[in-house]
Nanobody, 125 residues
Framework: QVQLVESGGGLVQAGDSLRLSCAAS??????????MGWFRQAPGREREFVAA????????YYADFVKGRFTISRDNAKNTVSLQMNSLKPEDTAVYYC????????????????WGQGTQVTVSS
C-alpha cells in the first residue's frame, strides 16, 4: 500500500511562488517504482492533470496552462517528488494532489492508483 503525503500549500498573492512536496509514508515504499503526477481540483470542477514525471526523472509532462511556470522534479534518494510553482495566478487556486502510478507514466488521471490527501493552494489577486 502506497500512502502519499503532500505539503507546502498555502495562501499567496498573484505572481508569488510555492513549492509543493510529496513524500511516501512508510519506510518500505520506494517511489522510484512509480510514475508520479500532480493533479488539482478547484471547487465545482473535475480533478485535472497538472504535471507528471517518469520513474527515472528523465521525462516530464505538463498541462498547457502551467508550461513555463511549474516544474516537476523528483529526488529518488530522498524518496520525494516536488512541484515548483512560479508566477502563480488566481486561477491556480485548488487542492493539489500527488499521485503514483505503477503503469506507464501518463497524464491520464485514471491510471493513478495511489493518491495523497491533497494540499490547498490559494492565490489572491
Amino acid at each position: 500500500q502506497v500512502q502519499l503525503v503532500e505539503s507546502g500549500g498555502g495562501l499567496v498573492q498573484a505572481g508569488d511562488s510555492l513549492r509543493l512536496s510529496c513524500a511516501a509514508s512508510g519506510r518500505t515504499v520506494t517511489l522510484t517504482n512509480y510514475g508520479m503526477g500532480w493533479f488539482r481540483q478547484a471547487p465545482g470542477r473535475e480533478r485535472e492533470f497538472v504535471a507528471a514525471i517518469t520513474r527515472g526523472g528523465r521525462t516530464t509532462y505538463y498541462a498547457d496552462f502551467v508550461k513555463g511556470r511549474f516544474t516537476i522534479s523528483r529526488d529518488n534518494a530522498k524518496n520525494t517528488v516536488s512541484l515548483q510553482m512560479n508566477s502563480l495566478k488566481p486561477e491556480d487556486t485548488a487542492v493539489y494532489y500527488c499521485a503514483a502510478t505503477s503503469a506507464t507514466t501518463t497524464t491520464n488521471r485514471e491510471a493513478y492508483g495511489y493518491w495523497g490527501q491533497g494540499t490547498q493552494v490559494t492565490v489572491s489577486s
